[in-house]
Structures are given as structure tokens and as C-alpha cells.
């Protein structure tokens, strides 16, 4: 039979063993936290997307896009926030506009585009635009807003520079 | 007999008759209340053989089902959860109650202990597995029936089933703490109680494999428990571990169940490695071939499972440093699986060679154990992989892995200490034919799942496409030949304990470990109360 030196010995062997349990129960819960820190610490998170870059956008040459803006007989401040910008064709860019109604009443008003030459209009392809709907500005309002497009990679290789040209008009209230 | 150390020594045990009078208690507080490691040891096996059967049905009512297209017995739900429970019970039910069943009768006899370090905790580690077993079963006959997520229990699925979820968390629980008792029983067994001149590297290699086995378990069983506490405070606690909606992440459970499910493949086969290497030179007649690099090999098998999880998650996402990682570890695996392999084959070469039961369902094992590995191989490559993924080449793998290679080293263990453990020897000729069917049944059963997951047919789907039918019913007829032989060897086991021809206390003339040298057929209750000297 076993002495109690023996007993002992086991008891102690056990102690250590149980360490090892508890200690690996933690070990489960901590890998939580530690996945999260050791992914993001070895900026390993993602699996990395090979060539899946857009394919659509013609790296070879650049069109230079002049943001212009106007307004038909309406008091307003209309502005684009950059003068102009340079993209490759089939590059999704954004542009924001500035638009002030000085006049001391609400007016509603549309926004429609022009450009030059008048045949780019059908290369250049909005995603999103201020000029989709109508805009309705208290008095002294001030809004930014976005124009998101892309101009076509099919746009001839000679249209190197388009001007984008905003032009806002009063809607009159109609009957309806 | 502390003195009898001698190889061929068969007399040594006449004092142990001398105990007898300390004989087992009858009836069923004997089986309630013992704490002998020999009592246990058959409970575990009994235990494992009655789940592997219930398990084994589900199985054979997965392939009744997809003997044809369409559906026909049952609904796709109820399939559902025949996947998991088959797999949770087969992985938790019979293969590693087997295998603690082997330890629990060996690991004392080959070391030269009287019992196990801690009697009591043993009785124990036993009888929580039967409330465990209650619940997973159980959980069929409640509201949504039983879990039907995949034995992996990935969230969100998971989370969203009804309370037979709960009973499942709660099986593992119990399980859990099974398994880390029965391991510490074991470890504090081998390192504190071996007897005189019995050091680490004289111990018989089903020793060192469970020596192993058993840190994995401490290692990663806690973890498990960690991952299935985390689901249950999921479902009921408002916790957001896993669960996206509250910013948790469900492929962070795939991360943390498969730190512990990659060591769980390893726990279920290294004991049948174990077992293995003390047949085939008991067949072959000479010394294990190559014991230091066995040991060394198993010990590097154990750590390199701690760092290949990713390999069950290719396709979740993880970065390409990721994948290649856990690709090239997983393929380093293979190189000492490989000298394991190449070790039994040299045990083999120009032994004088017998082919008994156990030492067929041993050459069995390694050849289709060898197969599973390398389609375990295929499987590594994260290309062919993400391919492969879910599909039925995935189900022929583990498959190989683990019928052929776990359960047949069960077996080959079962017809080689049966004599030992009953006095009488079985019938060999039932017994090779039970090989046979086996062998045959199995490889029917399993073989055409590689060429259907080639062919593209997922896994855990009760229906299929056209195409897949042939190779599907010829799948189904091997299943079933497979299983029903098995309950020839139930005939063969119980027909050895009534009766049969007297085994000599050596059985077989190549084996000898302590077992065999200095005990008899069968052996006595109690043994090894004054520990040999081994030199």
C-alpha cells in the first residue's frame, strides 16, 4: 500500500497539475483579448486581396476636371471648394461644392449641369449629386455638398480637360 | 516477488494468490463503489463499447439516408443532429473512454504500481461520464431536438438553437472535468509510482504515449471548457464573445476551439500508437525498432499539435502569412509521424512473423492509418484545401485517421489483453474474421468518400446530386457490412469472459512487458502490492 510519504507526494504532484488546469482556463478566455491585439499588432487582420484593384481605371493618362458653378438670377453664393481636379479616366472621384442662399426667404432651387465640350456630358458618369433633386435652403443657409463621378475610360484620348460647369435656377412654386 | 525480475519468470506471482481473501465485493456496489483500476478499467471499456455502438447507429442511419438522392427517412434537421451527436459521442463517448480504459488496466500493470495514485478521484472520473452521456443522448427527445450544428459547435448556429444546446455545453462540461481527472490520475500514476528501477525510458511505449496524452488533455481541455462557458453566457448572460450583433466575432471560437481540437486529434490517436508499438514486436518477435526515437517523435507530435489550429479554418479569412504558417506546420507534423511509421515497419523487417487478430487489426492499422495521413496531407496544402474544404474527402480523412487508425488500434489492443484480462483466449478464428469484415466493410464504406469529395459532394447535406449516387450506395452497403460486424466482436468478447481455452500467462511468446512476465492469466485483483524490481 502506499505510505503517507507517498500520499503526500501525489497530493503535491496533483496541486501542480491542477495549476496547470486553471491556468489553461484562463489561457482559453485570455486568447480573446490576444487574438484582437496580436492580429492588429502584426497588422495581420485581413486576408491580403491579390489584383483585385480596379481594373477599370486607365492609369495611362490623366483628365483635368475645372469645377465651375453659377447661378440663373438668384442672389446665392455658389461655389466649387477646388478650382479643378486631375483624375485618371475610370477613377471614382469626389468633389464637394459650397452653396449660400443670401436671399432673406427659403428658395428651392435646381442644379443643372453643362459641360465643355458639350459632348464630354456623356463620359462624365455621377454616382451621386446635389443636382438629383431639388435643394431647398432656408434663409442664410449654407450647405456643402458632394459630387461623386468618375469620368469613362471610353472618353477619347484627346479630351484631356473638361470643365464641369453647375448652374442653379429658382423652381417656382407650381399649383400642384 | 519484489525479487522476480527475470523475462521468462512465470512463477513469480504465487504470492499474490495471498490477497485474494481482499476479493471484490458482488453485485452492483461492487461496480458503484469500486476504486480497483482494474474495475474501472472495464467499466471505461464497457462504457466506450455501448456509446460506440449508439453512436455507430446514428451513423448507419446518416448513410441509410444518403443510400439514395432525395430524402427519404428522415428530415434534414433530424440528419442534422444525427452529424453532431454521432461525432460528439464517438470523439467523447468511445474513443477516448476506450482509450483512459486501456490506461486504467495497463498503465499500473506495465509499471509495476499496485493501482492508480488517486483511487477514489478515479471512481469518479468514471461515473461522471454516465450524467454526460444521459445529456448529450438525452437531448434528442427535448423541444428542436438534439444540437445540429457539427460537433465543432460553431457560433452562430449554435446560439440560436434551443435548450438541447444547453445540455450539450453541459455534457462537455462534465467530460471536461472527466478527462482532466482521469489525466492527472494518470500523470501523477507513471511519475510518482513506477516501480523500482523502472526509469522513464525503460517504461513499455503504451506508457510514454499516455504519459503524453495525458499533459495534452490538462493542456487543452480547460480551453475547450473556457470556449463552450463563453457560448453558454452567449446564449443566456448578454455576453458578446462570439456573437456579432453585440461586436463579438464567431470566427473567434473556430480560433479557440481548434487550439483545443487540433491536440484533441492528437490525444485520440497517440494511445493507439501506443498500443501498436507493443504488438508489433510482440508479432514480429523482436524489440521495438527504434524505442528512444518513438518517444522523442510522439513528445514533438504532441507540442507541434499546439501550433497547426489553422489548419481546420482556411477558408474563414486568414491572412496568407496566416495560411502558409499553418500550412508548412502541419507538414512538418508528418515528418514524425513518418519515423513512427518507418519505425514499425523496420520492427516488422525480418521478424519471425505471426498474423493473430491483434497483430492483423495492428498491420491494418498501419496501412490505412498511413493512407488517412497523407489524404491528411492533401488536405494541408491551403490551395487544395479551400477546394476540398466541407466536402466528403474532408469525412474520408478523419475517417481513416480515426476508424482505422483509433478504433483498430482499439480493437488489435482489445483481442491482445483480452487473455490477460479473462484467462481464456478468444476464437481466433471468429476473431480473423471480424478483421476481415472489418477491413473490408470499412474500406467500402470509406474509400469512395474521397472520390465523391473530389467530386465536389459536400458533407452533412441529406441529399446530393445525381451524379453521386453509385459511389453513395456502395459507401452505405460497406457501412453497414462494417457495422454490424461489430456486434460479432461484441459475441467474440463476451464469449472469451464465459468461457474458452486457458490462456497461458505469457499469451503471446514476443510480448513482455510486466503484464505478461510476472502476472497471470487472468490476472489476479489485486497486483504488484510489493512493486517489482525491474532492471
Known amino acids: 500500500m502506499m505510505t503517507p510519504a507517498q500520499e503526500l507526494e501525489n497530493k503535491r504532484l496533483m496541486g501542480k497539475l491542477l495549476v496547470i488546469t486553471v491556468a489553461m482556463l484562463g489561457f482559453g478566455f485570455a ?46 453664393r455658389f461655389e466649387a471648394l477646388e478650382r479643378s481636379v486631375k483624375l485618371h479616366p475610370g477613377e471614382l472621384v469626389t468633389v464637394r461644392y459650397r452653396v449660400q442662399n443670401n436671399l432673406g426667404r427659403p428658395v428651392t432651387a435646381h442644379a443643372v449641369m453643362n459641360t465643355a465640350p458639350s459632348v464630354a456630358a456623356r463620359y462624365v458618369e455621377k454616382q451621386e449629386c446635389f443636382c438629383f433633386s431639388n435643394q431647398t435652403l432656408a ?19 484627346d479630351m484631356d480637360v473638361i470643365s464641369l460647369s453647375y448652374t442653379f435656377f429658382e423652381v417656382k412654386a407650381s399649383g400642384a | 516477488m519484489s525479487t522476480a525480475t527475470h523475462a521468462h519468470d512465470t512463477h513469480g506471482h504465487d504470492h499474490a494468490h495471498a490477497h485474494d481473501h481482499h476479493g471484490p465485493p458482488a453485485g452492483f ?153 482521469g489525466s492527472i490520475n494518470i500523470i501523477t500514476t507513471i511519475l510518482n509510482l513506477r516501480a523500482p528501477g523502472m526509469t522513464l525510458m525503460k517504461m513499455p511505449l503504451f506508457v510514454w504515449t499516455w504519459l503524453i496524452t495525458a499533459y495534452l488533455l490538462i493542456a487543452v481541455m480547460p480551453v475547450l471548457a473556457g470556449a463552450v462557458t463563453m457560448l453558454l453566457t452567449d446564449r443566456h448572460f448578454g455576453t458578446s464573445f462570439f456573437n456579432a450583433a453585440g461586436g463579438g466575432d464567431p470566427t473567434m471560437f473556430m480560433h479557440i476551439f481548434w487550439f483545443f ?27 521495438l525498432f527504434g524505442y528512444a526515437s518513438m518517444v522523442y517523435a510522439t513528445s514533438s507530435i504532441a507540442i507541434l499539435s499546439f501550433i497547426v489550429w489553422g489548419h481546420h479554418m482556411f477558408t474563414v479569412g486568414m491572412p496568407a502569412a496566416g495560411n502558409l504558417f499553418f500550412m508548412y506546420a ?149 457501412a453497414f457490412i462494417f457495422g454490424f460486424s461489430q456486434l460479432l466482436f461484441l459475441y467474440i468478447v463476451i464469449s472469451t469472459i464465459r468461457g474458452g481455452a486457458k490462456a497461458p500467462d505469457r499469451t503471446w511468446e514476443g510480448a513482455d512487458s510486466l503484464e505478461w512476465t510476472h502476472l497471470p492469466s487472468p490476472v489476479p485483483y489485486h497486483t504488484f502490492e510489493t512493486a517489482p524490481v525491474v532492471k
Not at chain 2, 333 to 347: D, E, L, S, Y
Open chain 2, 261 to 287: 481540437g487540433h491536440p484533441e486529434v492528437y490525444i485520440m490517436i497517440l494511445p493507439a500508437f501506443g498500443i501498436v508499438s507493443q504488438i508489433i514486436p510482440a508479432f514480429a518477435r523482436k524489440p
Open chain 2, 330 to 478: 502541419t507538414m512538418l507534423i508528418a515528418v514524425p509521424t513518418g519515423v513512427k511509421i518507418f519505425n514499425w515497419i523496420a520492427t516488422m523487417w525480418k521478424g519471425s512473423m505471426t498474423f493473430e487478430t491483434p497483430m492483423l487489426f495492428a498491420v491494418g492499422f498501419l496501412c490505412l492509418f498511413t493512407i488517412g495521413g497523407f489524404s491528411g496531407l492533401v488536405l494541408a496544402i491551403t490551395p487544395v484545401d479551400i477546394t476540398l474544404h466541407n466536402t466528403y474527402y474532408v469525412v474520408a480523412h478523419f475517417h481513416y485517421v480515426l476508424v482505422s487508425g483509433a478504433l483498430f488500434a482499439i480493437m488489435a489492443g482489445i483481442y491482445f489483453w483480452l487473455p490477460k484480462w479473462t484467462g481464456h483466449m478468444y476464437s481466433e478464428g471468429l476473431g480473423k474474421l471480424h478483421f476481415w469484415l472489418s477491413m473490408i466493410g470499412f474500406n467500402v464504406a470509406f474509400f469512395p468518400q474521397h472520390f465523391l469529395g473530389l467530386a465536389g459532394m459536400p458533407r452533412r447535406i441529406p441529399d446530393y446530386a445525381l451524379q453521386f449516387t453509385e459511389w453513395n450506395q456502395i459507401s452505405t452497403v460497406g
Open chain 1, 31 to 76: 486568447m480573446v483579448p490576444m487574438y484582437k491585439q496580436i492580429c492588429d499588432a502584426l497588422g495581420i487582420t485581413q486576408t491580403r486581396v491579390v489584383g483585385a484593384g480596379n481594373t477599370q481605371v486607365d492609369a495611362s493618362r490623366d483628365v483635368t476636371v475645372e469645377l465651375l458653378a453659377s447661378n440663373a438670377g438668384l442672389p446665392w
Open chain 2, 29 to 181: 456496489s461492487r461496480w458503484m463503489y469500486t476504486t480497483n483500476h482494474k474495475d474501472i478499467g472495464t467499466m471505461y471499456l464497457w462504457f466506450s463499447f455501448a456509446m460506440f455502438l449508439m453512436g455507430g447507429s446514428m451513423a448507419l442511419l446518416i448513410r441509410a439516408e444518403l443510400f439514395q438522392p432525395g430524402l427519404q427517412l428522415v428530415e434534414p434537421q433530424f440528419f442534422n443532429s444525427l452529424t453532431t451527436v454521432h461525432g460528439l459521442v464517438m470523439v467523447f463517448g468511445a474513443i477516448m473512454p476506450a482509450f483512459v480504459g486501456f490506461a486504467n488496466w495497463l498503465v499500473p500493470m506495465q509499471i509495476g504500481a499496485a493501482d492508480m495514485a488517486f483511487p477514489r478521484m478515479n471512481n469518479w472520473s468514471f461515473w461522471l461520464l454516465i450524467p454526460a452521456a444521459l445529456l448529450l443522448v438525452g437531448s434528442f427527445f427535448v423541444p428542436g431536438g438534439a444540437a445540429a450544428s457539427g460537433w465543432t459547435l460553431y457560433p452562430p448556429l449554435i446560439i440560436q438553437q434551443g435548450m438541447s444546446i444547453d445540455m450539450t455545453i453541459l455534457a462537455v462540461h462534465i467530460l471536461g472535468a472527466s478527462s482532466i481527472m
Open chain 1, 139 to 157: 434663409a442664410g443657409e449654407t450647405r456643402e455638398m458632394p459630387v461623386v463621378f468618375r469620368v469613362s475610360s471610353n472618353a477619347p484620348r
